[in-house]
Every structure is written in C-alpha cells, then in structure tokens.
C-alpha cells in the first residue's frame, strides 16, 4: 500500500504497537510525526525510521500540551492525512484494588487523548477542507471485557464508541474513522501481566500465540490507505481469534 506524500500522525509511537504502526506508515512511503512522553524511547523510533521523521514528546494526559503538539506537527509537516491513536496504558489488577488514581489516569490518557487530539487536528483541517484519515487503537477488552481490566476495558469501548459517533460526523467531509482492536500482543505492556496469565492468554488463542506489534499495524495501514476509502465507523479485531463473536 502505498502513502507516498502522506503526512501521518502516530502517538504512541515510542514502543510496542504504536512503535511498529510509525514504521509500517514510513515503510508505506508516509512522513511520520510520531508522538510519545517517553522521549528516550521516541529518539529511538525516529532513529530507526530516519528519513523526514520528526519527534513530538507531549504527555496526551495534558490538554494544552496536545494543542501545543497540534501547532508544532502543522508547521513542521502541514495537515496531517493520517492520525493514529495508538497511545494508551494499563495496569492489570482486580477492580477492587484500584484507586481513583489509576482510573482518572486512565481516561485521561486512554480515552480523553484520543478525543482531545482529534479535536485538535479536525479544527484545522475542517477549516481548510482538508481529508484525513484517522485510526484508533481501542482493545477487544473494550468488546467483550477482561477480567483485572475493568476501567481500562471501559475507556477502549468508549474509544470505539467514540469512533462510531465520530465516523457518523466526519463522514459528509470525506473523512474516515476507523477503530483496530488488538488482542494479547507481543509488547512490553504485556509483558508486565504475570506469568500464570500471559500463558492462559496464548492457550486461549487458536493460533497458539501472541500476535506481533507488526500485524496489528498492517491493519492500520489499510484502513490508512486509498483501499479503505469507502470504510468508515469499523472496528476490525486482530486476535488470532480469541474473540471470534460480538
């Protein structure tokens, strides 16, 4: 697929999924602007890519700092033609151990990042009758829940919630919404689950293992492309089918 002259936006960009989407869009010919608080790992990511890359530490939790993000891509690459709202967290726990911290922290980050970064981007591009295409990374855990993830799977149903009524908006401006849900990743973020849980996960999977960051980015890159411009308000599952129904 190719993107050549695109100019996409990634969050989440220093590790893991979000990672491996910044380099499947460059790899597909895009300028990525990637974005992520953690600026060591950030470095590393634009290190790899080269080419007109460009780095944007900004914690998506700090609203005057996505507006500060948003000015700073524009003058650096103009409007986007792609933005991915790969960024997110989690901390795996029962629901009776978290702490109002944890759960503020999540929306904050999970949820209110996508929204407000979105909104950022749209005023702009709206204004210039700009196209965009934009990607959100939800989780199946948002589809069908997961037990030690209770708030964390509540502010990825409302990320594909989100992109639905988005998709239903944006739509009579050419633009499209779109939602790509993993399942258990090879990431470091799954790497922090205990060992009893990380090895039912894959048992439960029918193909027997984790799906690789890079699988979940050629999805993105589809609905990224010319091929999905009559896709809008999906959300596409990426699980070796471990959620096969809802």
């Known amino acids: 697929m190719e993107l050549g002259n695109k100019v996409a936006v990634v969050t989440g960009a220093a590790s893991g999924i979000g990672r491996a ?4 869009l460059a790899a597909a010919g895009a300028t990525v602007a990637a974005v992520d608080r953690d600026g060591e790992g950030l470095a590393s990511t634009v290190r790899s890519i080269g080419g007109a890359t460009t780095a944007h530490q900004a914690d998506l939790a700090d609203k005057q700092a996505i507006l500060a993000l948003r ?35 999540l929306a904050a980050v999970n949820f209110l990042g996508p929204v407000r970064l979105t909104h950022a981007f749209l005023e702009p591009i709206l204004a210039a009758e ?46 499209t919404v779109n939602c790509v849900c993993p399942g258990p990743t ?42 999905a411009n009559y896709v809008t308000g999906q959300v596409l599952s990426v699980s070796g089918g471990l959620t096969m129904a809802g």
């Open 186 to 227: 090879d990431t470091p973020l799954f790497a922090t689950l205990p060992e009893k849980v990380r090895e039912a996960l894959v048992r439960a999977i029918p193909f027997r293992r984790l799906a690789k960051p890079e699988e979940i980015a050629d999805a993105v890159l589809f609905f990224a492309s010319d091929r």
């Open 130 to 175: 700009h196209r965009v295409k934009i990607v959100n990374i939800a989780s199946d855990a948002g589809r069908v829940g997961s037990v030690g993830e209770t708030v964390y799977a509540g502010t990825k149903g409302g990320l594909i919630a989100f992109t639905k009524s988005l998709a239903r908006e944006m739509a009579r401006h050419g633009i």
């Open 71 to 105: 000015d700073e891509v524009v003058a650096a690459h103009g409007l986007p033609d792609v933005i991915v709202n790969a960024a997110g967290f989690d901390r795996a726990e029962p629901f009776m151990q978290n702490d109002d911290a944890l759960w503020e922290a």
């Open 21 to 24: 989407i910044a380099m499947g």
